[in-house]
């Protein structure tokens, strides 16, 4: 696990909160065409050329070897989970 903070600072297309902190499975750092997963709403995102973030294609998503979707999946409820008890909270 690696984790560290993005210059960039992009922003969930879906939820719209800054992403500038990152967690990622393996020793690297994120790049251009990396998939993620938004940790505040649980969206699938992919790094642009740029470093911004846009919601993952249908078609990117249908590449993906199945270890690795089942891996984006985890990370996709864990952040739901995430996000349902940090309302809780809130509430
Ligand atoms: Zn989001």
């Known amino acids: 696990m690696k984790t560290g903070k ?3 600072a992009p922003h969930c297309p ?3 909160k800054t992403l500038d902190g990152f ?6 750092s994120p790049g ?3 998939i993620t997963v938004c940790c505040y ?4 995102l992919q790094f642009t ?3 911004a973030l846009e ?3 249908d078609e990117v998503m249908a590449e993906l070897d199945p270890e690795c979707r089942d891996s984006l999946m985890l990370a996709k409820n864990a952040a739901a989970l995430y996000g349902a008890v940090s309302n809780s909270i809130k509430s």
């Open 6 to 8: 993005l210059d960039t």
């Open 49 to 51: 050329e740029e470093m």
């Open 32 to 34: 251009p065409e990396d």
């Open 41 to 44: 709403c649980g969206e699938v």
């Open 23 to 28: 967690t990622s499975f393996e020793e690297h």
């Open 14 to 16: 879906t939820c719209d």
């Open 55 to 57: 919601k993952i294609s």
